[in-house]
C-alpha cells in the first residue's frame, strides 16, 4: 500500500544487491475530535442534540516518512513508480534524485535515461549511520531487546543522545560490522560474504519457495535436529568435558550426509531452519568476536534480513549471549532496512 503518495514531496532512494528502499516524506492531515464539555452523558440519545453542539474539531498537519522496498531486479519498474509518484515531470529539469547503495553507480545511466534526473551519490556507509544515529537518537521504541521467553518479549528503549560507542551489524546481501564512536566517527572495522544474499541463495537451491517471506514461514516450521548433527548424535549425551549441551549444534546440516535410518529423514522446512541457524548462529559470533575485541558492549542489527522475525532474532541473540557470557548486548531495530534510505534522505535535507 502507498501512503500519501499525493502529498510526497522528497525522497531518497538505497539500490543495494538485492534490494531497492526508497524513504519519501509527506505530510499528512489531522482532524481531531473531542468534546468540549465533560459533563455531556456519551451514551445518553437525548443528550444527542446537545453532543452535536460540544464537537470541537482541531486539524493539524504532520510530517511523515513512508517507506516501500522493491527487488533490485525490478529497477526499471521501480523507477516507473518514482517516475510516476515522486517526481512530476516539469520538476525534472536540472533536478537531482538522492540516491545511495551500490545501485546507484551501477543504475546511474538508467536513472539518467529513465527519469531524465541527475544522480546525486551518497556514500551508502555514510548514510547507514546517518540513518542509524537519527532514529536511536530521535525515535523512541525504535530499538529493542528481544527475549523469547522474557516478559515483555519485546523491550523497547527510549530515544537517547548519549548512544555512543556502539557497533552497527548490517546483515543484507553480504554483511558489514561497523564501530560507530560518534557523529562525524565510525569505521568498518569487519563483515563476512556470508549473510543475507547466501541464504536466500542457498535457500532457493535447497527449497521450492518462491519468496523470501515463504522461505522464512518454512524455517519457522522446520526441524532443524533432522538435518544438523548435535553434540547428542555425536557423544549420546552432554559433551561435560567442555560444558557443551546433547542438544546443541556441533555439525550443520552433518546428518544429511551419512543418513543412516530414517530418523534423519529431513524435508524442505527442516533444511530451511537449519540454514537460518547455520548462517544467524556465525553471524552472531562474528559479531560478538569483533564486539568483545572493540570493548563494545551495545550491538545493533539493521539490514532486511531479519524481517524482525522471531526466530532469526532469538537465534543472533542466543549466539550472542552464548558466546560472550552475557556481556555483550544484541539490539533490534523496527526500520531495520531502511537505514541506508533513512540516512540518504536526510542528507538531501542538509
Ligand atoms: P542490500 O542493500 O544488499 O540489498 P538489504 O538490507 O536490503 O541489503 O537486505 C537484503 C537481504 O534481505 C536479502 O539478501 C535477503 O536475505 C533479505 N530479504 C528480505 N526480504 C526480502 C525480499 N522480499 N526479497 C529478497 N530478499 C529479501
Known amino acids: ?10 525522497f531518497a532512494i538505497d539500490i543495494g544487491g538485492s534490494l531497492t528502499k526508497i524513504a519519501y516524506y509527506s505530510t499528512v492531515s489531522f482532524r481531531r475530535v473531542y468534546y468540549a464539555a465533560d459533563n455531556v ?14 464537537f470541537v474539531y482541531t486539524y493539524s498537519e504532520q510530517a511523515r516518512l513512508h517507506f516501500v522496498k522493491f527487488e533490485t531486479k525490478y529497477i526499471e519498474n521501480c523507477l516507473d513508480f518514482i517516475g510516476e509518484n515522486l517526481v512530476s515531470s516539469d520538476e525534472r529539469k536540472g533536478k537531482s534524485i538522492k540516491a545511495t547503495g551500490g545501485g546507484a553507480y551501477k543504475y546511474s545511466k538508467l536513472i539518467q535515461e529513465k527519469l531524465g534526473l541527475e544522480v546525486d551519490k551518497e556514500d551508502e556507509l555514510d548514510c547507514l549511520i546517518i540513518g542509524c544515529n537519527f532514529l536511536l537518537k530521535n525515535i523512541s521504541d525504535e530499538a529493542f531487546v528481544y527475549n523469547r521467553n522474557g516478559s515483555p518479549e519485546y523491550e523497547f528503549q527510549t530515544a537517547d543522545p548519549h548512544v555512543f560507542p556502539y557497533m552497527l551489524v548490517n546483515i543484507g546481501s553480504g554483511v558489514s560490522i561497523l564501530k560507530v564512536e560518534s557523529d562525524s566517527s565510525y569505521e568498518r572495522i569487519g563483515g563476512t560474504a556470508t549473510g543475507g544474499g547466501t541464504f536466500w541463495g542457498l535457500g532457493t537451491l535447497l527449497t521450492k519457495a518462491k519468496s523470501f517471506e515463504d522461505l522464512l514461514d518454512l524455517a519457522e516450521k522446520g526441524d532443524h535436529r533432522k538435518a544438523d548433527m548435535l553434540v547428542k548424535d555425536i ?24 543418513r543412516q535410518n530414517a530418523e534423519s529423514d529431513y524435508n524442505e522446512a527442516d533444511l530451511a531452519r537449519s540454514l537460518l541457524f547455520a548462517i544467524s548462529n556465525d553471524i552472531g559470533q562474528i559479531a560478538c568476536l569483533y564486539a568483545m575485541m572493540h570493548s563494545l558492549k551495545k550491538v545493533y542489527f539493521g539490514g532486511y534480513f531479519l524481517r524482525n522475525r522471531s526466530l532469526s532474532m532469538h537465534t543472533i541473540s542466543f549466539s550472542i549471549k552464548f558466546w560472550s557470557r552475557g556481556t555483550v548486548h544484541s539490539l533490534f531495530l523496527r526500520h531495520e532496512g531502511y537505514l541506508g534510505a533513512i540516512g540518504a534522505f536526510l542528507k538531501g535535507t542538509e
Open 1 to 10: 500500500v502507498f501512503r500519501n503518495l499525493k502529498n510526497a514531496k522528497q
Open 41 to 54: 452523558d456519551k451514551n445518553n440519545d437525548e443528550d444527542k442534540d446537545e453532543k452535536q453542539d460540544k
Open 235 to 258: 557423544y549420546g549425551g552432554d559433551y561435560k568435558n567442555l560444558g557443551m549441551h546433547s542438544d546443541l549444534i556441533a555439525s550443520s546440516f552433518g546428518k544429511v550426509c551419512p
